[in-house]
């Protein structure tokens, strides 16, 4: 078929100052834990892109959180997720997160809008959906022969092999969109960033 053409683009969102706040403080924590060890950067990283990702950190090792949000509607990322839906031709729409609770949370935010048939992930709903939400790290087998207009990045992955293998869904269709939604002055930007560059 025809390669694929590709237009992405980057779709901003602010977390609320208290979230941002929260993001600085487990930021200065983890950075003074890593003591400049790939083991405790990494957790830096991760802890960091968790509160970016909503979520505030109860428990530093091993790492548990809890939703910031009271209500899921609350979430900035979710409605930037929503303003995005709202601008883009219809059609067939691959949504990847990084967290399996984001896949929750958008399942059961796009049911509500949508109606359950709209909607499918790896464990349920129905195969003609027009939203398929699903981990990064699914198989990639269990995308082929879908044909998706559009590929929404949820959250962001450093993975740049990973993130070519969900492209390659999209190789025999004209025109792709890629869309990157990211948590403004985060380490989601850095993600998108280095992603692009290659590194």
């Known amino acids: 078929g025809e390669k694929a053409q590709r237009k992405e683009y980057v779709w901003q ?8 706040e929260e993001y600085r403080r487990v930021a200065g924590r983890f950075e003074r834990k890593a003591q400049y060890s790939e083991a405790g950067i990494y957790r830096m990283l991760v802890a960091c892109h968790l509160v970016a990702s909503g979520r505030r950190i109860v428990r530093d090792y091993p790492l548990e959180t809890e939703s910031v949000y009271k209500n899921a509607s609350e979430d900035p990322r979710l409605q930037a997720l929503f303003e995005v839906l709202a601008r883009i031709d219809r059609g067939k ?33 129905n195969a003609d959906a027009v939203y398929y939400v699903e981990s990064l ?14 590929l929404i990045y949820y959250s962001q992955n450093w993975s740049l092999r990973k993130r070519r293998e969900r492209e390659d869904s999209f190789k025999d269709i ?21 992603v692009w560059k290659k590194e």
Do not use: W
């Open 13 to 20: 969102f602010r977390l609320p100052d208290s979230v941002y």
């Open 137 to 150: 790290y699914l198989e990639k087998r269990a995308l082929m022969k879908r044909e998706f207009q559009t």
């Open 93 to 125: 729409t691959l949504i990847v997160c990084r967290f399996h609770f984001e896949i929750e949370t958008i399942r059961k935010a796009l049911s509500k809008a949508y109606g359950e048939c709209t909607v499918q992930t790896a464990h349920s709903g």
């Open 174 to 194: 004209g025109c792709v969109t890629i869309i990157n939604i990211v948590a403004a002055d985060t380490i989601d930007a850095q993600m998108v960033k280095r």
